[in-house]
């Protein structure tokens, strides 16, 4: 290919900048022959695999992938493709990627790909069943500079995702400032709405390097009887200012027993594309803020059918698709505890995942290093798999037994009161939940996805898994 030679003639970082300024004139046929020099720039076999799965997906012009990339060029304005290339695949895959695996040779561990952070716990609504609800809300959070020294550790480590999380994080008087003095980073902010404004808007759009996440629980009867009335409202005014401004947009859903028929719908999915979602992600109710509302947890029957349409969507909407949960088999389980991310929040204390409410260490006192080496995340890290059957990935409701033998073995701390709840108080529940739904997830597993592990096994660690057999329904 005309200009792969004296590419290879420079380092990486020159090559893939140099790449990044052909953004301006990017198409379809272009970005493939990018993945073709992306794949000669790096040595590393897992990159090498995704980035072959990329073109096969763009090359395929029935594929629903081809489709999201039109709608991503078509969307952004040609200074922010460049931005986005920058942080998001520059940084956050090529150079972190390099990064990560030079500290775990002087380490002994890999460092995880993204980090989610909660500077503050101040939020304007109340929504029913907020995974937050045990953590005091009137504290002053993490400041910019206790924020700026985390994002440092993170780039000498790799780590260039970080989604931010609150509380609401357009109430953190630092967001901006944030962003924009950290543009090698590519940040997610999962927000209910409601502040945004076109000004914000505009400014975000500005720094190109960031989504905007709006949380969103189904029509406007779903949403305002979880987040409160006429809120759904506001969101949809502020997905328009978002969309006007040009800003990369996703949705988020926390799934219930009474919205999941709702979430999961091609009907809401198309109109989320219609509002200018490029990504929905699924997130289930989990009973971990000292409230627990078992009748909030969906069935084993519901947790299925999520599923399935999951599945089934991804081979047909232009939209990139998350669901948590049901994706363990694409991931090999449950990715806390640093495998793959890790939550800091608003108090400071660094935890396994944004639901398992317990900690050894503070980002006040103890190095982000130490913290992802700490007794309790090696301990995570050495039970993962939590099961071989990766359909029952989480160590909080599908093997509850792991969350209680760590607790026993490392005596962590919990982060807010009423955090041991469903460890002590709901065991019984918490097993007998886990027991329900091993029953459907045993069968699917071994009529899905068994086989296609097999085959598999004689690809290279990290080959693809195949599509389930039974994607559709």
């Known amino acids: 290919m005309k200009g792969l030679t004296e590419l290879r003639k420079v380092g990486t970082e020159e090559a893939l900048n140099r790449i990044s300024r052909l953004l301006g004139q990017v198409s379809l046929d272009r970005m493939i022959q990018l993945t073709h020099l992306g794949e000669h720039l790096t040595h590393d076999p897992e990159i090498r695999r995704i980035v072959r799965g990329v073109r096969g997906y763009l090359e395929d012009e029935n594929h629903s992938a081809r489709r999201l990339f039109a709608r991503v060029m078509e969307y952004l304005p040609r200074e922010n493709q460049e931005k986005l290339f920058r942080s998001l695949f520059l940084h956050g895959f090529f150079l972190g990627k390099r990064r990560k695996e030079q500290f775990a040779k002087e380490h002994g561990f890999e460092p995880p790909l993204l980090m989610i952070l909660s500077p503050s716990w101040q939020c304007n609504l109340r929504c029913k069943g907020c995974y937050t609800l045990g953590y005091a809300r009137d504290r002053k959070g993490l400041s910019r500079e206790v924020v700026d020294g985390i994002l440092e550790e993170c780039e000498e480590m790799g780590i260039f995702f970080v989604t931010i999380l609150g509380g609401e994080p ?44 709006f949380s969103i ?19 949809m005014e502020a997905m328009d200012m978002a969309r006007e401004a040009r800003i990369i947009i ?17 009907e809401f999915l198309d109109f989320m594309i219609s509002k ?21 947890m969906v069935t084993p029957e519901q947790r299925d059918l999520l599923r399935r349409r999951v599945l089934r969507a991804r081979n047909t909407k232009p939209i990139f698709l998350i669901d ?46 130490e913290a992802l080496d700490s007794d309790l995340f090696r301990a995570i890290r050495a039970r993962q798999p939590h099961n ?22 490392i005596r962590p701390r919990f982060t807010h009161p009423g955090a041991e709840q469903i460890y002590i108080e709901c065991k019984e529940e918490m097993d007998a939940y886990a027991s329900r739904y091993a029953i459907l997830a045993d069968e699917v597993w071994q009529r899905d996805y068994a086989a296609c592990r097999a085959a598999a096994s004689d690809e290279p660690r990290g080959g693809e898994l195949q599509k389930p057999a039974a994607s559709a329904g």
């Open 170 to 213: 357009l109430m953190w008087p630092h967001l901006l400032e944030v962003i924009g003095s950290h543009p090698n980073f590519f940040f997610q902010v999962y927000t209910n709405g409601t502040l945004l404004t076109s000004e914000l808007a505009r400014e975000l759009s500005r720094m190109g390097n960031v989504a905007l996440v």
């Open 217 to 235: 629980e189904g029509g406007e009867e779903e949403t305002d009887s979880w987040r409160g009335k006429g809120v759904y409202r506001k969101i």
């Open 250 to 266: 996703g949705t988020s859903a926390t799934v219930t027993s009474r919205n999941v028929e709702v979430v999961s719908s091609d």
């Open 276 to 296: 200018g979602s490029l990504a929905q992600m699924y997130f289930l109710y989990i009973p971990v803020n000292g409230r627990a509302d078992f009748s909030l």
């Open 324 to 369: 948590f949960w049901n994706d363990g088999p694409y991931v090999d389980g449950c990715i806390a505890g640093g495998r793959s991310y890790f939550h800091i929040n608003a108090n400071g204390d660094v935890e396994p995942c944004v639901y398992t409410h317990i900690a050894v260490d503070n980002i006040h006192e103890k190095s982000l290093k």
């Open 388 to 409: 071989q059957n990766h359909l029952r990935p989480c160590m909080i409701i599908d093997n509850p037994h792991v969350m209680r033998e760590i607790i026993a073995q």
